[in-house]
């Protein structure tokens, strides 16, 4: 269902534009490679995903956490390859559901919008509010209000030049990896079971009786595995402002999924040889650790750059998602005035009202309990996923088939193998976060039913801007 793209200078009057001709704006092509790479590792955020998501496997999976995270990056390679064609197959902020929209249909891609409108919204929230655990050891913060002032913060930075912020959180994601560098080095440093430990699932509760965890808990748990290292795909969302993003963009996905892996997955090994007991390990305090590992001063110093991972990464996500509003706009997704609102462009070329219709909203979230928005975020994530995949076998139809772009190896057999994978963890995800993510889902397809699908020609029309550099 091709004809669900369209050139942008068909676009009508009331999308976000800057000429009479009806032309959507155009976002400016300012960074290559390696500040790519930087933007997205750093919304992968890998200490804020080790610090703050990480400890919630540890209490669920004890010794099973490493191997929960590995057979999620396993996954997430398949997703990887599919998002690195698909996204250079049709280079828009739209990320997702462009992809998805222009390939199997305009419904598809709503569906998509929407999946991923949950993930954005509520991801910022959920890594902000570990904020407060980790300045303990200069100031108490209530963890809500941290969490909501970072928001703040890191909508007022998402207002900047993107060039400036790739710089900002390429400065942060240097000291949280050098974070991460130093648990893992303290752990394996104080080692007190072998690597054969990953391989038996044990946790342990405050009295230290043990128990065993079953390959069916991983199961439960594989939407937060795989929300660990989500973030790889905001290099699709920045395909508008890569330069030579045919190849670029692939570039950028292959490389943040890589190292993201290596970031998180060797400190949670380490953590898991050098806890001093089993009843530590369940319990998640990664800073209690450190501090027992090397002292107090060591221990204050991690937390801090813990917390300033934090900050990045809320800056990074909210660059990311306003850009998907932004396009949502451009695309004509809404009312008039609001899709002329969500194209809006300041002086630094940064979708200012997007922007702030993800940092505001992201900061009340934060007085959400975390465990629903976990729960959500996880089946929303496997949904976008699936999806995703649904759309990568349909990539080599028609014109697209010859069309130029990054091919992924063993077509199609990947995506088959994806899309079995992630039916079968919906299926065994938390009931209540199906049933909150599916009730947003079922609102949004009325939405489509009365408003979108009515007004075909002149709403919800996907459009992919032209790429001088292919």
Not at 83 to 95: C, H, K, N
Not at 196 to 213: F, K, M, N, Q, R
Not at 329 to 358: E, H, I, M, Q, Y
């Amino acid at each position: 269902m091709t004809d669900t793209l369209r050139p942008p200078l068909a676009a009508t009057p009331d999308a976000a534009t800057d000429s009479p001709s009806g032309a959507p704006k155009k976002l400016s092509r300012s960074i290559g490679v390696v500040g790519g790479t930087l933007l997205t590792l750093s919304c992968v955020t890998p200490a804020s995903s080790l610090f703050v998501i990480v400890p919630d496997l540890f209490n669920a999976l004890g010794t099973y956490t490493a191997m929960a995270i590995a057979i999620g990056s396993i996954i997430c390679i398949a997703v990887a390859f599919c998002y690195s064609e698909l996204g250079t197959l049709i280079p828009s902020a739209g990320g997702e559901y462009a992809m998805v929209g222009t390939l199997a249909g305009r419904f598809a891609g709503w569906l998509v919008f929407i999946q991923s409108l949950i993930v954005v919204m509520i991801v910022p929230s959920l890594i902000a509010i570990g904020t407060a655990d980790y300045l303990a050891p200069i100031v108490n913060v209530d963890p809500k209000i941290a969490g909501a002032a970072v928001m703040i913060a890191a909508t007022v930075a998402g207002l900047l030049d993107l060039r400036a912020n790739a710089w900002i959180t390429g400065i942060f994601l240097v000291l949280e990896v050098i974070a991460c560098a130093m648990v893992s080095f303290l752990g394996f440093a104080h080692s007190e079971r072998g690597l054969g430990s990953l391989l038996h699932g044990i946790t342990a509760d405050d009295s230290g009786a043990t128990s065993a965890v079953g390959m069916g808990a991983i199961v439960m748990a594989m939407g937060t595995a795989l929300f660990v290292t989500q973030g790889f795909s905001t290099a699709i969302y920045l395909s508008e402002e890569l330069e030579n993003p045919r190849k670029n963009v692939a570039r950028t996905v292959l490389w943040t999924l890589a190292l993201s892996v290596v970031v998180i997955l060797v400190p949670v090994v380490a953590i898991t040889v050098g806890a001093p007991d089993l009843t530590s390990l369940t319990a998640g305090d990664i800073s209690a650790l450190v501090s027992g590992w090397a002292g107090s001063a060591v221990g204050t110093f991690i937390s801090l750059c813990i917390a300033l991972a934090i900050i990045n990464a809320g800056i990074v996500m909210v660059i990311q998602n306003s850009r998907v509003l932004f396009a949502s706009g451009r695309d004509k997704a809404w009312p008039a005035s609001v899709n002329k609102s969500f194209g809006t462009l300041n002086k630094f070329s940064a979708p200012w009202v997007s922007t702030l219709a993800v940092g505001i909203p992201g900061a009340v979230l934060c007085f959400v309990p975390q465990d629903t928005l976990i729960g959500i975020t996880g089946v929303a994530v496997a949904a976008l996923y699936l999806l995703v995949a649904v759309a990568a076998l349909l990539s080599r139809r028609n014109q697209h088939k010859h069309a130029p772009a990054w091919r992924q190896p063993l077509w199609p057999v990947l995506p088959i193998v994806l899309i079995l994978a992630l039916v079968w963890v919906l299926f065994h995800l938390d009931p209540s976060a199906l049933a909150w993510t599916g009730g947003i889902t079922a609102v949004a397809s009325l939405y489509w039913v009365f408003y979108l699908r009515p007004r075909q020609d002149t709403r919800w029309v996907i459009t992919v801007p032209e790429d001088e550099q292919v």
